[in-house]
């Protein structure tokens, strides 16, 4: 066992703290850098940490501040503490997915039907005893609900008819205001009147699906994908041209833009900020060649941006919006999957597509929600969503750490496991011998929930994959099940061989 040297300078560099930074922020930076150690393998499982004596001292650091950095890392199960004896490594790195080669996809594939394997998995979402891995949406103790009650109901003082009629067409002015100011954070630089809001980011893509096609026409999607979005698709009569998709960085530019030449693809809809199920995060570089890439052909590109928010990282990542110089990126998101699923809040900024957008929004739903809809522009407003987002991006992140480590104590040593830098999900390879269809059917008997890889393409590809969320703050009971989980997959290794 390596025991570490104060003395070591070399090992552990010296922070230069200003007298004016904050205690959170100090436990904060020193917690991360210890992380980041313990991750790239130059800390062990097993090595004992510095005390905390001395890493105030060395750090320049109170003790109370050197506390809360070991604290925050036993959250994240990258530490341990032992009686008597101090604090030591516990982490053990997951073998991570590997950059994936696919198989040449067909420009049309025949459709096969998964729409009962989703019916089942959403079948389970109820019960008593369940252990819902299969659920990627903030639960209950992650959301501000007495904040989002007070909002509610000042929004319904304010309004001089209790927010009982219609609200304007394109959406609460307000809501639209804010949604403007938040776009600077992803490099926009959009005004009120380019927002339309909607029911939820699904409501969303499908007005902006609508705009820029007509059955029959096919639209390029990345594979794996959201199987929510195959509904939408199939509703309005589209064709599917499939992307693979990368877990690290997203959809295959490259592959696309060798389709486009035989292919005639009429728009793109991709999720390029911490894709479901992959996590996949887009490099900036490659949103800005891939919206260069569609214009210069004059195709129109939805991104759904619901996760963009989500980011584990110190900044939130730019989207394709960003790069959009001709008004053909049509960019949607909502509040679903960072603050209130159940509000039906969503927008979307359709660039030249605005009058058809709009035309759509007449015809569906005349009007977006007029009490809910008020009370998130005024959530917004006040400062309130800012506070919680940086409560749940920073409890999100913990919990992914704690799951990944779950996974990587209880499943096979062969299981390899995405490292996601922002969202909701981990994307899971499992052996080759394992059904995932299979091992979802399976593990509803033992009271856990998955979602099995085959429902997140069209021909129940990814045989062998699974998604679970990390949504849920990790308990006994979630390791519990995650844990029997893993012996679940051991056995169906057995029989299979």
């Excluded at 998964?114 to 103790?141: F, N």
Aim: glycine share 6%; charged share 25%.
């Amino acid at each position: 066992m390596l025991v570490l040297s104060i003395t070591e300078a070399n090992y552990f560099p010296k922070m230069k703290i200003t007298t004016d930074e904050k205690d959170d922020f100090l436990y904060h930076q020193v917690a991360e850098r210890l992380g980041q150690q313990i991750e790239n393998n130059t800390l062990k499982a097993g090595d004992k940490l510095i005390s905390l004596r001395a890493l105030s001292r060395e750090q320049g650091i109170s003790l109370s501040t050197a506390y809360k950095a070991f604290i925050e890392l036993e959250n994240k199960g990258y530490v341990e503490a032992r009686p008597k004896s101090g604090y030591f490594v516990r982490y053990k790195p997951a073998r991570r997915l590997k950059k994936q080669t696919f198989p040449h996809f067909p420009s049309e594939r025949a459709e096969i039907d998964v729409d009962e394997m989703i019916r089942q998995v959403y079948r389970t979402l109820s019960g008593d005893g369940m252990v819902r891995l299969s659920l990627a949406v903030p639960p209950v103790e992650l959301i501000p609900v007495a904040k989002l009650n007070k909002a509610l109901m000042e929004a319904v003082r304010n309004s001089p008819e209790s927010c009982t009629n219609y609200d304007e067409i394109p959406g609460n002015l307000n809501l639209r205001k804010q949604i403007a100011r938040y776009a600077f954070n992803w490099g926009g630089n959009v005004t009120a009147d380019e927002i339309i809001t909607t029911h939820g980011c699904m409501e969303a893509v499908a007005f902006c699906l609508k705009a820029v096609t007509e059955p029959g026409d096919t639209i390029a999607i990345e594979s794996p994908v959201y199987f929510g979005i195959f509904n939408v698709i199939k509703i309005l009569g589209l064709k599917v041209f499939e992307v693979p998709s990368d877990p690290q960085e997203g959809p295959d530019i490259d592959f696309l833009e060798k389709a486009l030449d035989s292919v005639p693809i009429k728009a793109c809809l991709f999720v390029t900020n911490f894709s479901n199920p992959t996590g996949a995060l887009m490099p900036d570089n490659r949103k800005k060649q891939l919206v260069e890439m569609l214009a210069a052909r004059e195709i129109p590109m939805i991104e759904d941006d619901i996760y963009g928010e989500m980011y584990f990282g110190k900044s939130r990542p730019k989207t394709c919006k960003s790069f959009d110089k001709k008004g053909l990126v049509m960019l949607c998101s909502s509040v679903s999957k960072t603050l209130a699923p159940g509000y039906r809040v969503g927008w979307c900024i359709p660039g030249k597509f605005w009058d058809k957008v709009i035309s759509n929004k007449i015809t569906q739903t005349v009007s977006s929600a007029t009490p809910t809809h008020a009370a998130i522009g005024i959530f917004f407003e006040t400062g309130r969503y800012d506070l919680h987002m940086r409560n749940l991006r920073k409890a999100l992140h913990t919990q992914s750490l704690r799951y990944i480590q779950a996974v990587t104590e209880h499943f096979p040593p062969d299981t390899q496991i995405s490292r996601p830098q922002g969202g909701y999900v981990l994307w899971i390879e499992l052996n080759t011998k394992i059904n995932a269809f299979e091992l979802f059917e399976a593990a509803i008997l033992q009271n856990v929930s998955i979602a099995p890889g085959q429902i997140f393409s069209t021909d129940a590809r990814f045989t062998n994959y699974i998604r679970i969320s990390f949504g849920a703050p990790f308990t006994t009971e979630i390791d519990a099940g995650l844990k029997r989980l893993g012996a679940l997959i051991k056995s169906l290794e057995d029989l299979s061989e």
